[in-house]
């Protein structure tokens, strides 16, 4: 008998699982690859398959086990979960097929942990149970303490350090919030909770502390200054792993729980507004203070969240559907834009702006990848991040009168942003393109690492194959842009089924 579609949703968790227990076995160098490239390709086609499913049926649900209602452990794919796990597939695969060229993926464990993170990205995006949120979310973290330490020194065992006492508050707090869940309101199951915040206080806020366990993993302001100073010393690969799966998880989570929750009007909206408003400024201005290049990028990725939350905080359709495109585009820029930087990094030996200068006369072409990929984070054309910042402008500016106040902010912050980040992005373009030719630079010794600064020979380039993963996904982001009107109806539909709540329901509990 041929299986329902519904029920191989559990494969998106077990085949990661399985690959990341085979790696653990067979250490050949090709398996490991092999494994670590092909895993994220299965993925992809499997969302690419969910997506044209649900053409045709907006939900799928599939409870592990057999078990009915709210007793069962539920699987659920829509099309907003759909297009997260074919982005958050590419990203990874363009991070694997990074950390493969420049060799990270031979250091121990590396590929079955990236599985593993896999895995439990993947089960995140597709869980209907709040408890179960938060032991997919375990999931990812656990291979994540060891992937920042497996390929650093003492000073990545520092980072790795803070990045477990955060997650490890964190993940507290949310397992706090999700035992606040049940005893207010006697379940866990999204969708027995549909509308559930709306309808008691005590159980909104208990709802409201499991997202603010989730708006800390994510980085919003004022609980974001841990991103900058962690993620900046991961390596740049694992940075961009890191980038599209930690904090876009726990963003798509608060789109979720608020959606199914608070399905009539989020009773702290403005409080949410203001927060997303002062996330999106403090990210655009603190890019112009960073000393290194990848601190910058996770200065625009607190920016970024700020942008995605502003799409959740003004709560129409219009929003959650330009929150979602942001979320989309902000997984491919910062992506391409890390690799990007890795590749500069791994050849020269440093990302420091004082240690980088007339890359423009030195390698033109991974210059001007880099420049269309600050183009997106500002919101430039001709590259997808003119489409998010657009679509947020016009949800903000299409409030009801009685919302003016809040629709006014957001049109502000965007544009007060957009002119921050360019400064910021400036400055850092400018230390990076122009400037003295550099005549030093730090080469990778496979004994003994980065040793001291050596004359730089004029023959070094960066290599041609480190920059096509970053290559890859900027043209992704260019590709959004000329095929916005192809993009857009799927998203569209993203934030529609999000919001209908009531087919939600019936998918999972049929009722």
Do not use: C
Request: aromatic content about 6%; glycine content about 10%; proline content about 4%.
């Amino acid at each position: 008998m041929i299986p329902s579609l519904s029920s191989l949703l559990p494969l998106f968790v077990v085949v990661p699982l399985l690959g990341s227990a085979v790696l653990l076995l067979a250490r050949r160098r090709a398996v490991q690859t092999t494994a670590m490239i092909g895993v994220p390709i299965l993925v992809g086609a499997g969302a690419i398959a969910l997506l044209l499913h649900h053409r045709t049926e907006p939900v799928l649900s599939h409870a592990v086990g057999g078990f009915s209602d709210v007793l069962a452990i539920p699987f659920v794919s829509d099309t907003l979960s759909s297009v997260m796990l074919l982005v958050t597939a590419i990203s990874t695969l363009a991070a694997s097929v990074f950390l493969v060229l420049t060799g990270e993926s031979r250091f121990r464990f590396v590929p079955p942990l990236v599985l593993l993170l896999s895995a439990g990205v993947n089960g995140a995006l597709l869980t209907g149970d709040l408890f179960n949120l938060f032991v997919w979310v375990e999931v990812m973290l656990m291979p994540s303490y060891a992937l920042i330490a497996v390929t650093g020194g003492w000073r990545r065992l520092g980072i790795g350090r803070l990045f477990v006492l955060v997650n490890l508050v964190t993940s507290t707090l949310l397992l706090v919030g999700v035992g606040f869940v049940y005893g207010t309101a006697g379940s866990v199951n999204l969708a027995s909770l549909a509308g559930a915040g709306s309808e008691d206080p005590a159980t909104a806020a208990a709802l409201a502390v499991v997202l603010l366990a989730l708006a800390v993993k994510a980085g919003m302001v004022p609980v974001h200054s841990w991103l900058p100073r962690a993620y900046p010393g991961t390596s740049a690969g694992i940075m961009a792993l890191f980038s599209a799966l930690h904090t876009k998880v726990a963003l798509y989570a608060m789109y979720r729980i608020v959606a199914v929750t608070f399905a009539d009007a989020l009773p702290f909206q403005e409080v949410l507004v203001g927060l997303a408003v002062v996330t999106i400024l403090v990210g655009a201005f603190s890019t112009a203070g960073a000393a290194r290049v990848r601190t910058a990028m996770a200065h625009q990725m607190v920016a970024g969240v700020g942008h995605i939350l502003l799409g959740l905080a003004l709560f129409t359709q219009l929003s959650v559907t330009a929150g979602t495109l942001y979320l989309v585009h902000h997984v491919i820029t910062m992506s391409a834009l890390l690799l990007t930087i890795g590749a500069i990094e791994h050849t020269y030996g440093s990302g420091r702006l004082e240690r980088l200068s007339g890359l423009a006369r030195r390698d033109p072409w991974v210059v001007a990848i880099l420049a269309l990929g600050l183009f997106s984070l500002v919101g430039l054309p001709p590259t997808s991040g003119l489409w998010g910042k657009v679509g947020l402008v016009r949800a903000a500016a299409d409030l009801t009168a009685a919302q003016a106040v809040l629709g006014w902010a957001a049109v502000l912050a965007v544009l007060i942003a957009s002119v921050g980040s360019l400064l910021g992005l400036q400055q850092v373009w400018r230390g990076m393109a122009w400037g003295e030719d550099m005549t030093t630079y730090r080469p990778d010794d496979a004994q003994t690492g980065r040793g001291d600064a050596v004359a730089l020979p004029d023959h070094v380039r960066i290599p041609g194959r480190l920059v096509v993963p970053g290559a890859a996904m900027l043209a992704l982001s260019l590709a959004m842009f000329v095929g916005i009107g192809a993009v857009l109806p799927t998203i569209d539909t993203a934030g529609t089924d999000l919001l209908d709540v009531e087919a939600y329901v019936r998918a999972v509990i049929g009722r």
